[in-house]
Structures are given as C-alpha cells and as structure tokens.
C-alpha cells in the first residue's frame, strides 16, 4: 500500500467517523459516552493523517 492510498483510506474513515457522530448526536438514545468514544477514535485519525502529511 502506497502512502497516499493509505492517507485515502485513513480520510475515508475519518469521514465515515464523522457522519456516525453527527447522526448519533442527533440520535436520542444514543449514550454520551459512544458519542466520546466516536470522537476519540477520530481524533486520533486525524492525528495520524496529520503525521503522514507531515512525514
């Protein structure tokens, strides 16, 4: 697997996290704490993505 391809792959599961935290927000029984876990797992996408860009 190439770098960019990897870098797609990571954007596209970014994107993917994205959109589940945006529909469980609005999504009444959805807990809190599967909201954060969404954002964590995210945050930390987008931190790697980061260290390959800037690699």
Not at 22 to 48: C, V
Request: aromatic share 0%.
């Amino acid at each position: 697997m190439t770098l960019s391809s990897h870098l797609q792959e990571l954007q596209k599961k970014h994107q993917t996290l994205s959109t589940q935290v945006e529909e469980a927000q609005r999504s009444p029984g959805i807990d809190d704490i599967a909201i954060t876990d969404l954002k964590k797992q995210k945050l930390r996408l987008k931190e790697q993505i980061e260290r390959l860009q800037n690699a």
